[in-house]
Nanobody, 126 residues
Framework: QVQLVESGGGLVQAGGSLRLSCAASGRTFSNFAMGWFRQAPGKEREFVAALSRNGGNTYYADSVKGRFTISRDNAKNTVYLQMNSLKPEDTAVYYC???????????????????WGQGTQVTVSS
């Protein structure tokens, strides 16, 4: 089992920045590729970003490319999502997720991931 706990959400004005953190425990963190997803009210959970086990490969949704950066610190068992130039449409609950699989194929789908955090709310005001 892997336990994931997100933090860092909050209320920010459009154009501002937030950094989300996701702390992992329970199993060897470096054995898992990590992802961030988000879910707005009335919408399906959508892929935001993903990161390979060693951090060497990153992937982003087109909607956040150039504004968000995913990173990890395996010594701290933590994955981060730096969000810059935030827009009102970024408002959602953000979830981190872990998978023991290699990031290939359908990794942008929630079903690819084995473990999930409880989510953290991000609200961007206009």
């Amino acid at each position: 089992q892997v336990q994931l706990v997100e933090s860092g959400g909050g209320l920010v004005q459009a154009g501002g920045s937030l950094r989300l953190s996701c702390a992992a425990s329970g199993r060897t963190f470096s054995n898992f590729a990590m992802g961030w997803f988000r879910q707005a009210p009335g919408k399906e959970r959508e892929f935001v970003a993903a990161l390979s086990r060693n951090g060497g490969n990153t992937y982003y949704a087109d909607s956040v490319k150039g504004r968000f950066t995913i990173s990890r610190d395996n010594a701290k068992n933590t994955v981060y999502l730096q969000m810059n130039s935030l827009k009102p449409e970024d408002t959602a609950v953000y979830y981190c997720a872990a998978t023991s699989r290699v990031l290939f194929g359908l990794f942008q789908r929630p079903t690819f991931y084995d473990y999930w955090g409880q989510g953290t709310q991000v609200t961007v005001s206009s």
